[in-house]
C-alpha cells in the first residue's frame, strides 16, 4: 500500500487522501504508457519527414536518457549493468525503435497501432510463458481474445486494401512488436528486483551505444538535417514524453505487474492511436470501430481484473451438507 498523505486547500481546509494498492498504481502506469505510446505512430510519421530513422531513434533516446539520468542520481541509485541490461537494451531500445522507425517509413501511421497493438498481447503471453513460466489464467486469455478480435474490428473499416501495398514495411514493424515483446518479458525479471528506473535508464544507455555507429554513418550519409519547427516538436515530444516518462511508467508497472498482464493492456495503443488520428488526421470514427474499441476495452477490464461473484445461498448450503463415506 501507498501511505496516505494529507491535502491542504487554498481555504485552509485539510482532508486525507486514502492510499491507493501498489497494484492499481502499476495498472495506471502502464496505461500511461500505453496512451502517451498511442499517438508515437503519427509523431514518428512527421518526425521522419525531416530525420533519417537511425539519426531519429538515436536522437530520442539520447534526450530521453538525458532527462532520466539526474533522477536515477537523485534517487541514489545507478543504472543497471550487465548482460539483461543489455539484452533489454538491444531489444526494447535499438531494436525496437529503429524497426519502428523503418517500418513506419513506408507504412501508414494506422499499421503501427495495429500490428503493435494487435501482437504484443499475444507474443508477450507466449514468451512470458517459455521464459518465465507465467501461466495465463482462463480470464486472461478470455481476455486476450476478446481484445484481439475488438482490434480486428476496429481496424478493418480503415484499411482499405492498403496492407498488401506494404506488406514489406508490415513485417519490419511486426519484427520491431517482437523486440518489444521480448523486452516487456525480461523486463519483468529485471525490474522485478526493485530499481526499475535504474534498469530502463540502464538498458537505454545499452541502446544508445548499440545504435551511435549506425547513427553516425547516416549522419555521413544524409548530411546533417533541417529541422522545421513542427519535425523539431516531434522530436522533442517523442524523446521527452513517449521515451523518457513512457519508459519509465511502463519499467514501473512491470516491477509489480505480471508480463501478460502488461503486455494485454498494451491493446489500449490501438484504442488511443484511432483517437489521436480522429484528432489530428480528422479521420472520423466509423461504428464498427467504436465497437471493436469498446471490445478491447472490456476485454482488458476482463483480463487485469479479479472479480468473485458472491455464491447463492442455496449452493452454499448444499456444500455444507455432510458427505457419504464411501
Known amino acids: ?18 492510499p491507493l494498492p501498489v497494484r492499481a498504481v502499476a495498472l495506471l502506469a502502464v496505461i500511461g504508457a500505453t496512451v502517451i505510446w498511442g499517438s508515437s505512430s503519427v509523431v514518428t510519421k512527421i518526425a521522419l519527414t525531416d530525420v533519417p530513422p537511425t539519426m531519429l531513434a538515436f536522437t530520442r ?44 517509413g513506408a507504412a501508414p501511421a ?6 503493435e497493438g494487435g501482437a504484443t498481447p499475444a507474443l508477450g503471453m507466449l514468451l512470458a510463458l517459455a521464459l518465465l513460466a507465467e501461466r495465463p489464467s482462463t480470464r486472461r486469455l478470455t481476455g486476450m481474445g476478446t481484445s484481439l478480435v475488438g482490434v480486428g474490428i476496429a481496424v478493418v473499416p480503415g484499411m482499405e486494401g492498403s496492407i498488401s501495398a506494404s506488406l514489406g514495411a508490415d513485417s519490419v514493424l511486426l519484427a520491431g512488436t517482437a523486440c518489444f515483446a521480448l523486452y516487456t518479458v525480461l523486463g519483468r525479471r529485471a525490474c522485478a ?92 470514427f466509423a461504428p464498427l470501430q467504436i465497437g471493436g474499441a469498446a471490445l478491447v476495452l472490456a476485454g482488458i477490464w476482463y483480463g487485469t481484473t479479479s472479480v468473485t461473484l458472491p455464491r447463492p445461498m442455496f449452493w452454499r448450503r448444499v456444500h455444507m451438507l455432510p458427505t457419504a463415506a464411501g
Do not use: D, K
Open 193 to 284: 528486483e526493485g530499481g526499475s528506473l535504474g534498469v530502463v535508464v540502464g538498458a537505454m544507455r545499452y541502446g544508445l551505444l548499440i545504435l551511435a555507429p549506425f547513427a553516425l554513418a547516416e549522419l555521413v550519409v544524409t548530411g546533417v538535417p533541417t529541422l522545421t519547427p513542427v519535425a523539431l516538436g516531434a522530436l522533442i515530444y517523442l524523446g521527452a514524453v513517449c521515451s523518457a516518462a513512457a519508459y519509465a511508467l511502463w519499467g514501473y508497472g512491470l516491477s509489480h505487474l505480471a508480463a501478460g498482464q502488461v503486455a494485454l493492456l498494451s491493446n489500449l495503443e490501438l484504442v488511443c492511436g484511432i483517437v489521436v488520428a480522429a484528432g489530428l488526421a480528422g479521420e472520423s
Open 110 to 115: 494506422s499499421h503501427g497501432s495495429l500490428i
Open 1 to 18: 500500500m501507498i501511505a496516505p498523505r494529507t491535502v491542504t486547500s487554498s481555504l485552509g481546509i485539510r482532508w486525507t487522501v486514502p
Open 61 to 104: 533516446l539520447a534526450l530521453a536518457y538525458v532527462i532520466l539520468r539526474p533522477l536515477v542520481a537523485r534517487s541514489e541509485g545507478r543504472p543497471a549493468r550487465g548482460l539483461l541490461p543489455a539484452l533489454l537494451g538491444l531489444t526494447g531500445f535499438a531494436g525496437f525503435v529503429l524497426l519502428r522507425n523503418l517500418g513506419l
